[in-house]
């Protein structure tokens, strides 16, 4: 037995740890694993504790996940760039696990080293590792090596450049699907580092392989590539090669890759350049936001704006604006919700002319869709409808969708609709929202659900604040006010709530004058949750008004209540009180 | 109607029936022995190469199996081939491990047990020697991975281990026991350590030595709280990423890597409750196209829908229905109707199903009706009535395929299984008895020539039994009933369950 002296103890204690029985203990001496390698100094960390790391593999997940992320920044302490290539070993290891997670941050490592290794070591040390996880016998092996050819490929000398372009596309055609799909997945990542003569030849033939593959599971994922893929290639090649191809999936019999379809195609535009665009691309845009599977339309619907927007005016009017027509009105909501959460980013797109004639329309049915998630999604993009339409014909559509969803039986859209109201009474303006809006203020404070009545606490604050107290003073306060008389207590406590939040907003003299006389009556109150509530106001109200206040009329009220008959409302008020003296002795 | 085509067309003759003997036992009773309800099996399933089998019981264990028989194959080559005579070799398993899977639970917002009982286990891909299994109860589905672990002894360490020496207790924490207080691993930050530049060479990593192995089963996932019925069908998908899970009026499709949310994808449940006739018994994804998937229902039909068409597959691609024989209606029509089983045979074209009284067989590419019909419990015709009354009509036989498709097994009363030829123009249908003796009361059923029913497209094969008493004049046993058993996936070899005992046979 050694004998470690003190100031080691610690380091020691962690060393030992590494190999505890308990997990937690485990974690905590790798998740430090830096610690010891400075410790223990480079070459030791290098000659054995890379190797003990390399052998003591068989560890729990958790364990092991924190390895793989350790050991990807791990350069610096084991003596810099040039032996970057001890830390190979390890991580190799790590990309055989089950675990597709320890997997995956093992790939990450790796690449993350290998980024940083030089050309000649990554030829004697990275390539070999490539080739060996590629042909691993487990299919995890193959499945990690599709994430590292990136990284290979570029230093590799051209022979073997030829070789791993064979591999790669022997992973394409693995008997595993998993194996498969990790190579679709990787495949633009991969394509980018390849040579362009061999990007149309060896890239498009495994892209081949992969989109013809007889799992959805591969095809969805080819399909998710493509877009990068096709960015890859020279317009005339893409178009030759790729339009075809996208132009097949858009059509194929799987919902799941037209849904893919649907979410890349706009990408996919700019590279085939716009008369392809316009001869091929759009009528499989038409066709997808007219498709019979609801989530292909969802996902063609989000997209609308951002298609629009790479089509000149007249295509978008002539072939996309029907379908959006119709796609306002389509049987399944979360297709008019989707659409209702871009259409108005098409404006601008239109211009002026179309939109009033041909938008807006759409827009206002949208607003009185019987959906409370549509009319929200349309009230979200509030900033966008007026620059579009004008606040005079907002107002008149809006006005009452927003009464109707203020209403709503769903306390969750009532709750959406109030985080909004600050937005639009700042758009509409003050004439506009004292009419319509003040009233439904008013009526969420007495909701029977406690988020509501919270949420429209604040939003009486956040109308003081937008449009200033002396507003507040003649539309808010007198109501609020009002209300403390209401015969239920929770009612009360939002009240005493609100003028918490109000008085730092309205300011010292409103708050003596109006306010505080409230408070102090309410702590005669018969219950007691009104009382210490009133405790906790009246602690908040000490900093905002004048000391001579707080003397005067809260600490005489705060002693009454310190002498209470009930526990909560004592506590609260001491608590109070010894606010006031620290506020008497600064 | 060319449906019989099939049949006749057999090109070069039936398969010969195979001889049926014994091979093994786990759990054998000894005469008189009592049954514990926990021990009685309820799932049987082999992997995909059949070196592994694994067994589930109403306790919520599951037992894991392997194969020796071809482990130690290479070392035995040249004792065989010393001996003149083949040696029929086939496959021989031991008990690998087991682990507790299920324990019972008690959902208190609906006031409901739930038994740990295993109801299905499926195996799923092997990677780096460890096996992964699901299993499922009536409510939660886990994943599990079955993995030889080495156990680790430290040999050597900074610290003494206190006051262990001698006792053999080498691995205690050495932080809680040590004599410095406040010095927990990760207490203090990184940088309270300044440490020379060529590191501290008192210090060293521990020594792990012995490298013994035992096997650790680990439950990896949860999958629950998505079925508010009983979960009758777990499946993998070829894709080798997802799985489903049927229970009565609905199917789940789970990614294995995300338990926390899943996708409904049929849902038969009806608005109003009492507009229910029909329950979903039985799903099974087909065993090379990812897409397609098969459930069996209450009402005798097989519905295969394609996961290609929608995103909820309510409308089913095609409807496998025998058409009801006119005139023969009667109260137990329904009930014996019901398919309790489906499997589909390997190549993925034919699909087995079992309900009360019948075996059928159906092509996937023929809706019309099965290809054929194996009568199992025709002799209880007539004893319907009873059966009703003691609820045996309501048992859930499963059934299995050989590998090579050629044949089919479901089990029966009195611990008896069936195996049928389906080749075209077999006539092989054995009768086994789930015991160390197979064939003792296999009934010798005279060959009879096939008879033909209305339809040409339906065969009906011989092996009805006579009446409800065997060959040797003892009448059925229905409280001993052979529910559950498995084929091997590549060998002629069958894995049944009589209660807690399970009887391995080949042929």
Redesign the interface.
Known sequence: ??????P???????????????IQ?RL??I??L??IA????????RK??IP?LS??N?DDDEVLLAMAEELGVFIPYVGGVEYANVLLPPLETLC?????CVRDKAVESLCRIGAQMREQDLVEYFIPLVKRLAAGE???ARVSSCGLFHIAYPSAPEALKTELRAIYSQLCQDD???VR?SAATNLGKFAATVEAPHLKVDIMSMFDDLTHD?????RLLAVEGCAALGKLLEPQDCVAHFLPVIVNFSQ??????RYMVANQLYELCEAVGPEPTRSELVPAYVRLLRD????VRIAAAGKVTKFCRILNPELAIQHILPCVKELSTDSSQHVRSALASVIMGMAPVLGKDATIEQLLPIFLSLLKDEFPDVRLNIISKLDQVNQVIGIDLLSQSLLPAIVELAEDRHWRVRLAIIEYIPLLASQLGVGFFDDKLGALCMQWLKDKVYSIRDAAANNVKRLAEEFGPDWAMQHIVPQVLDMINNPHYLYRMTILHAISLLAPVMGSDITCSKLLPVVINASKDRVPNIKFNVAKVLQSLIPIVDQSVVEKTIRPCLVELSEDPDVDVRFFATQALESCNQVMMS | MNGGDEVVTAPAGPPQPLDWKFSQVFGERTAGEEVQEVDIISAIEFDKTGDHLATGDRGGRVVLFERTDTKDHDALRRDLERMDHPINRHPEFRYKTEFQSHEPEFDYLKSLEIEEKINKIRWCQTANGALFLLSTNDKTIKFWKVQEKKVKKISEMNLDPPKAVGNGCVASSSNSNSPTPCLANGGSPDNDFSFPPGGLPSLRLPVVTSQETNLVARCRRVYAHAHDYHINSISNNSDGETFISADDLRINLWNLEISNQSFNIVDVKPANMEDLTEVITSAEFHPTHCNMLAYSSSKGSIRLIDLRQSALCDSHAKLFEEPEAPGSRSFFTEIIASISDIKFAKDGRYMLSRDYMTLKLWDINMDSGPVSTFQVHEYLRPKLCDLYENDSIFDKFECCLSGDGLRVATGSYSNLFRVFGCAPGSTEATTLEASKNPVRRQVQTPSRPSRSLSSITRVVRRGAETSGIDANGNSFDFTTKLLHLAWHPTENSIACAAANSLYMYYA
């Open positions: 037995m050694s004998m470690i002296e003190e080691l103890y610690p380091i020691a204690v962690l060393i030992d740890e590494l190999k505890n029985e308990d203990l905590n001496s998740r430090r830096s610690t400075r410790a223990l100094g480079e070459e030791r960390t054995e504790l003990f052998e003591n068989d055989t696990v089950e675990e597709t487990w299919f995890t595993m699907p998993m799909r007889d799992q959805d599971s591969v194929d019999k799987s919902w799941r890759v019979n599977e609801a989530e």
